[in-house]
């Protein structure tokens, strides 16, 4: 439950970074991959070429830290578990 947390504010933290710097990559690299075109259509006020590549940001950043907590938490449960076995 504490990684979904983790990779939520992540998410969050990188979608507001990449909307405040654009060129952050890799979310621009991946809309123009997937075929992302200019349009000029706003969701909630954002143009879409701007708020999408800002998603793919927060998630790819999003899925790296929660892999890196996930991976911390492990090691650290680990060495609890062999301190309280010596």
Known sequence: ???AVV????????????L??????????IYSAVGGVNVNYAILGIQVPKLVPAVFN?????FIVWLIY?????????RKKTQKAD
């Open 58 to 62: 927060g998630i790819v950043y999003g």
């Open 1 to 3: 439950m504490k990684g």
């Open 7 to 18: 990779f939520l504010v992540v998410f969050a933290i990188f979608v507001v970074i990449t």
């Open 70 to 78: 996930d991976l911390a938490s492990g090691v650290m449960e680990r």
């Open 20 to 29: 405040i710097y654009p060129s952050l990559p890799p979310g621009g690299l």
